[in-house]
């Protein structure tokens, strides 16, 4: 079945760029997606990508696509404390109307 | 901007006995989903529904839990003899505007603590 892989823990100094990273092991996703968890709340998309891309750019967010080797990664310039949460990939087969598959999160720490 | 609301925030109760968890989607979302995320582990699909029927669900989905859009606003999620590895975060999702697919958003979910 779709698995999808990320490190548990980044930390990153304010000011500095954090980039978050994913691998999936299912060729035919089609879009996937960053979602953002802070504590107690529930899970705010960031952004997605489809798979014919290879980067997406939305103001301090880039996102990285490398098909052939199943990796994704999500840039995020001038890291701010506002920042820290942990930070869901997801993918899936059909935009928006199919499960989504989830990585395990990445915690990201800002250290002042 | 619109959301999906998920109420309680958080429900308590005693092994064996039944719970609703309620959803209220974004209002001209058409697809709608329920998901799980136990402490410590992955955010897992449970259920997604269509058109008032069931389109997929994954095996945690068993007959001890059931959906329903008992009205044009309200998806639920029943657990009728809950145990104590139903514990967990329930997140309600919801997709898909007239005409148009849409990313699925999701609500801030419901803490489910089985005692």
């Known amino acids: 079945g779709e698995d999808v892989e990320q490190s548990l823990f980044l930390s990153v100094r304010e000011g500095d760029s954090s980039v978050i990273n994913c691998t999936y092991t299912?060729?035919?996703?089609?879009?996937l997606y960053w979602y953002k968890q802070e504590p107690g709340a529930g899970l705010q998309l960031l952004t997605y990508i489809f798979s014919n891309m290879d980067m997406k750019q939305d103001q301090r967010l880039t996102v990285l696509l490398n098909k052939k080797d199943k990796h994704l990664s999500l840039r995020i310039a001038d890291t701010q404390t506002g920042d820290s949460a942990i930070y869901f990939c997801?993918?899936?087969?059909?935009?928006?109307?199919?499960?989504?598959?989830f990585g395990t999160g990445t915690r990201l720490t800002i250290i002042p | 901007e619109p959301e999906v609301t998920q109420t309680p925030s958080h429900q308590v109760t005693q092994m064996g006995q039944e719970v609703i968890l309620r959803c209220v989607p974004i209002s001209n979302h058409l697809y709608f989903y329920w998901y799980r995320q136990i402490l410590g582990q992955k955010v897992e699909f449970l259920v997604s529904?269509?058109?008032?029927?069931?389109?997929?669900k994954s095996e945690i989905f068993d007959d001890q839990f059931s959906v329903e859009r008992p009205d044009g606003s309200n998806f639920t999620l029943k657990i009728r003899s809950t145990k104590l590895e139903d514990s967990a975060m329930y997140f309600c999702?919801?997709?898909?505007?007239?005409?148009?697919?849409?990313?699925?958003?999701f609500g801030d979910g419901t803490r489910l603590s089985i005692l």
């Open positions: 999702a919801s997709s898909g505007g007239q005409g148009a697919t849409q990313p699925q958003h």
């Open positions: 529904f269509y058109n008032n029927e069931i389109s997929e």
């Open positions: 997801a993918e899936t087969a059909n935009f928006g109307n199919e499960k989504l598959t």
């Open positions: 299912d060729s035919s996703s089609t879009y």
